[in-house]
């Protein structure tokens, strides 16, 4: 088990994987992506804010029927997903593959026409979500075209990764590999399951193709790549070797496995078999396998190396997405229990829990590894480290605030609906100080993103130190 | 086996296809062809068996509703089902009369299906016939002139035009109603 291995994996030859290898590289697919992905990581920040503005001050924008929450809530969630999430870990992958295999990103030309398209989704999401276009399935809102678009721009993205494994230089593919190749083929089907497949379907059998996609959106898209990233460069920034080459082949070998069954758990207690619902539960306990084995890897790794957590940035955010990964990953089977789910389903619980995966864990990964890459892709420094801890500290602090009150009141609020005297309006009323906090904490967290997007442009413009960062350090 | 996959990128492909598709096909192609219920519509006429009732195909403006529903995104904020819990069933029902739970085949002419995920409003899985027309004209107009303490956006531009609201309106009569689940048939216009 305590086997020593290199980053790379255990062979010898492999290790050299990690080692820089920078000039071959040109980067400008990733660099693309990342910055288009963070530049609309802060206009969909606005957006979020807005939505939850709405729960305190239910009137605002109340007249302009394209600024309801029935139309901005669509546009937050695939613009947090498939503007800045997704495309971040694209950007992201595109850096380290072609480092992981010592070759060259196979091509370059198609990798910015990937860009290119991918652009184009996002902005047709942003005008076609605020008209009301919606297919009516959460997380599978994109009207068709776009459907198509993000599939073609998915294969493309899928031939430049796999022809450029196909001609690596090390044989061994190192953890991260096998998760960027397991997203790239799972996503595919995933995807189409979602967004076509339900077409074919109606009511309680639709339902279920939906709930397939919508939890493997995240365990089969966003939890693969987010490991990846996380498995690069936890080795890479804490410049220890990975701890064991075993346990991340059962981690990934699990989640291939487990993930795929747990669909049904959105549905406990609502209209769908009973024995669907038990397999579903199994299933959701046994995902523990895959995310102890692979947070206890992270942990041993990290072993003797602690004390770099302090100062170095892409680390500090890492291990705090490990820890929140290790919570998120907690709740979601403990509340694929009947009777916990009795209690937590429907309620603000769900937003916590959601938030925490997406925004703790995975994001913070891809925060961290803009923070590695965009210095060195531009061959420059950081533009300011002290920014860069108003980044980390914003968003944890507004993101704890944010997952803290929703927990505590979605328990709150389960158990004032399980006692039916109470009317439902006033468990309204009692959740308006969560919500309340719940915006302000929103507002830490866009401070973080403002403090991540100014601090990377700063960097990838070069432009001098500015007297705010140097009084800030 | 699996120890060979990080040499070999194809062996590697198909055991990852392999592992998905065991749990893919058997949860998502295998149900619907075990459980029946999933795609034959409702239909009691036993009322030993509890309520009885014919579920029926939406009408065209029930459809021209339904797709407002879906536009404006409704379905975030209210689920369309009744639970297996009691508390579901006592808070859905309407004077002492317990909502039934929803079953599959109540959902047989859905799509999209509007079953949801969050109730930051109440449940709607019964609500056709509780509320009549003029209470939908004057709550979508501003929620808060009839429920204090809503959180609703108002929907003004929907009253405002006739069509669009009739629709919706005829839509949200339906919901619930395949089973007479009112003994006294007490149900709004």
């Known amino acids: 088990m305590a086997e020593a291995v290199q980053p790379g994996s255990t062979g010898g030859k492999v290790?050299?994987?990690?080692?820089?290898?920078?000039?071959?590289?040109?980067?400008?697919?990733?660099?693309?992506?990342?910055?288009?992905?963070?530049?609309?990581?802060?206009?969909?920040?606005?957006?979020?804010?807005?939505?939850?503005?709405?729960?305190?001050?239910?009137?605002?924008?109340g007249s302009v029927q394209y600024l309801t929450y029935?139309?901005?809530?669509?546009?937050?969630?695939?613009?947090?997903?498939?503007?800045?999430?997704?495309?971040?870990?694209?950007?992201?992958?595109?850096?380290?593959?072609?480092?992981?295999?010592?070759?060259?990103?196979?091509?370059?030309?198609?990798?910015?026409?990937?860009?290119?398209l991918w652009n184009i989704i996002v902005l047709g999401a942003v005008v076609m979500l605020p008209l009301g276009m919606n297919k009516g399935w959460e997380y599978a809102e994109l009207p068709m075209p776009l459907v198509v678009l993000v599939v073609v721009a998915w294969v493309m993205f899928g031939i430049n990764i796999f022809a450029t494994i196909g001609q690596?230089?090390?044989?061994?593919?190192?953890?991260?590999?096998?998760?960027?190749?397991?997203?790239?083929?799972?996503?595919?089907?995933?995807?189409?399951?979602?967004?076509?497949?339900?077409?074919?379907?109606?009511?309680?059998?639709?339902?279920?193709?939906?709930?397939?996609?919508?939890?493997?959106?995240?365990?089969l898209i966003f939890t693969p790549i987010g490991l990846a990233i996380a498995?690069?460069?936890?080795p890479r920034a804490s410049g220890a070797p990975l701890f064991s080459h075993k346990l991340s082949m059962v981690g990934f070998w699990s989640l291939a496995f487990v993930y795929v069954w747990t669909g049904a758990h959105h549905m406990l207690h609502g209209p769908i078999s009973q024995w669907l619902?038990?397999?579903?539960?199994?299933?959701?306990?046994?995902?523990?396998?895959?995310?102890?084995?692979?947070?206890?890897?992270?942990?041993?790794?990290?072993k003797g190396q602690w004390h770099l957590l302090g100062a170095n940035i892409p680390l500090k955010f890492t291990m705090s997405g490990v820890v929140f990964y290790l919570l998120t990953c907690f709740q979601g089977p403990m509340h694929s229990l009947r009777t916990v789910n009795a209690i937590v389903s429907k309620t603000d619980w769900i937003p916590g829990h959601a938030h925490m995966a997406l925004l703790g864990c995975f994001s913070f990964f891809a925060i961290a590894g803009a923070h590695y890459v965009i210095p060195r892709m531009f061959h420059t420094e950081l533009h300011s480290e002290a920014?860069?801890?108003?980044?980390?500290?914003?968003?944890?602090?507004?993101?704890?605030?944010?997952?803290?009150t929703l927990w505590l009141g979605g328990f709150w609020q389960g158990w004032q609906w399980n006692n039916p005297s109470i009317p439902f309006i006033d468990t309204?009323?009692?959740l308006k100080p969560v919500w309340t906090v719940r915006f302000f904490s929103g507002v830490l967290m866009f401070g973080g993103i403002t403090t991540f997007l100014y601090n990377m442009m700063a960097t990838v413009l070069g432009s001098p130190k500015t007297g705010i960062a140097k009084a800030a350090a | 086996m699996l120890g060979k996959t990080d040499k070999s990128a194809i062996g590697f492909v198909v055991a990852a296809l392999i592992f998905f598709f065991i749990g893919g096909l058997l949860t998502t192609v295998v149900p619907p062809m075990v459980d029946k219920s999933w795609s034959k519509p409702f239909e009691n006429n036993d009322p030993s068996k509890g309520p009885t009732g014919k579920l029926r195909p939406y009408t065209e403006l029930e459809l021209k509703g339904r797709a407002i529903y879906v536009k404006e995104g409704c379905w975030y904020c209210h689920t369309q089902q009744t639970r297996t819990i009691y508390a579901d069933t006592i808070r859905y029902g309407w004077k002492g009369v317990p909502s039934p739970i929803s079953t599959p085949d109540e959902f047989v002419y859905d799509t999209p299906h509007m079953f949801g995920t969050k109730r930051t409003g109440p449940d709607l899985s019964r609500v056709g016939g509780k509320y009549d027309t003029q209470w939908h004209r004057t709550h979508f107009r501003n929620p808060r002139d009839l429920v204090k303490g809503s959180v609703m956006p108002p929907f003004p531009w929907i009253v405002d035009n006739p069509d669009d609201f009739t629709a919706l309106v005829a839509y949200i009569q339906t919901l619930g109603r395949a089973k007479n689940w009112r003994p006294d048939n007490d149900y709004e216009k």
């Open chain 1, 387 to 404: 920014l860069a801890n108003w980044c980390f500290w914003l968003f944890m602090i507004g993101g704890l605030g944010f997952f803290v």
């Open chain 1, 231 to 234: 498995y690069y460069f936890i």
């Open chain 1, 428 to 430: 309204v009323v009692a």
């Open chain 1, 70 to 116: 029935g139309r901005l809530r669509p546009l937050h969630v695939n613009g947090m997903l498939f503007g800045w999430l997704l495309p971040a870990d694209m950007g992201l992958a595109y850096y380290l593959v072609p480092r992981l295999c010592g070759v060259k990103l196979w091509n370059e030309k198609l990798g910015v026409a990937t860009a290119i």
């Open chain 1, 15 to 61: 290790s050299e994987a990690l080692r820089p290898a920078e000039s071959i590289h040109h980067d400008t697919t990733a660099k693309w992506f990342l910055i288009s992905s963070i530049s609309y990581f802060f206009v969909v920040g606005i957006i979020a804010l807005t939505i939850a503005a709405k729960f305190v001050w239910p009137q605002l924008l």
């Open chain 1, 277 to 302: 619902q038990t397999i579903a539960i199994t299933f959701s306990l046994m995902l523990l396998i895959p995310v102890w084995t692979v947070v206890y890897n992270f942990f041993a790794t990290m």
């Open chain 1, 168 to 219: 690596r230089k090390y044989e061994q593919m190192y953890v991260s590999l096998w998760y960027i190749m397991g997203c790239i083929l799972w996503t595919a089907f995933v995807y189409v399951t979602g967004n076509v497949a339900v077409y074919f379907t109606t009511g309680t059998n639709q339902a279920n193709l939906n709930w397939m996609y919508v939890h493997n959106a995240v365990g």
